[in-house]
């Protein structure tokens, strides 16, 4: 899959593969590894970005900038709990990120699922950026979604399986 997007200047496109400012409010996707077609992502819109690098895999994390100071308050902890799940999966499966060295979490409104595992590029309920207060439950509930969604980039995005009743994925799908 590869694309092209056109949209205002100001916007940030991500994907399931790198993405570059072309010319002026134009984004080219790169091509991807084969995915089936229901897990092509574009994100595209006014976001906010808090970016790190750990181990030479990059990491973005993305929200509304209305939602800018909770994204910046969660950073440190979903930075953490990422790279966490990076090296035990890569460690696990003697593979690092299966679709490349960038990987982007983006928490969205209105997404009625907990999250979406995009190929490099997962969707996560804006609900996950807390405001105000919380708890060590949500907390936990958190690190377990995005470990749960990473660990989909080699279970499902990387290979379908025949029988979808018997996968370990089928019985904690939150």
């Not at 976001?47 to 939602?67: E, F, N, P």
Request: some cysteine.
């Amino acid at each position: 899959v590869s694309m092209r997007v056109t949209c205002p200047q100001e916007w940030i496109v991500l994907g399931n593969a790198p993405t570059e400012t072309t010319a002026p409010g134009v984004w080219e996707m790169a091509p991807t590894r084969p995915i089936s077609t229901y897990l092509v992502t574009v994100v595209a819109g006014p976001y906010a970005t808090v970016s790190r690098v750990h181990d030479g895999v990059k990491i973005g994390l993305h929200a509304r900038r209305s939602m800018t100071q909770e994204l910046e308050r969660s950073a440190e902890d979903v930075f953490a709990v990422t790279a966490q799940c990076i090296d035990g999966f890569g460690e696990l499966f003697g593979s690092r990120l299966p679709f490349g060295d960038a990987y982007h979490q983006v928490f969205v409104p209105d997404l009625t699922a907990g999250a979406m595992e995009n190929p490099a590029c997962v969707t996560f309920r804006e609900e996950y950026l807390y405001r105000g207060a919380v708890t060590r439950a949500q907390i936990e509930s958190r690190a377990s979604t995005i470990a749960h969604e990473m660990a989909h980039q080699w279970f499902g995005d990387l290979v379908t399986m025949r029988w979808w009743e018997d996968l370990w994925l089928s019985l904690i799908h939150i």
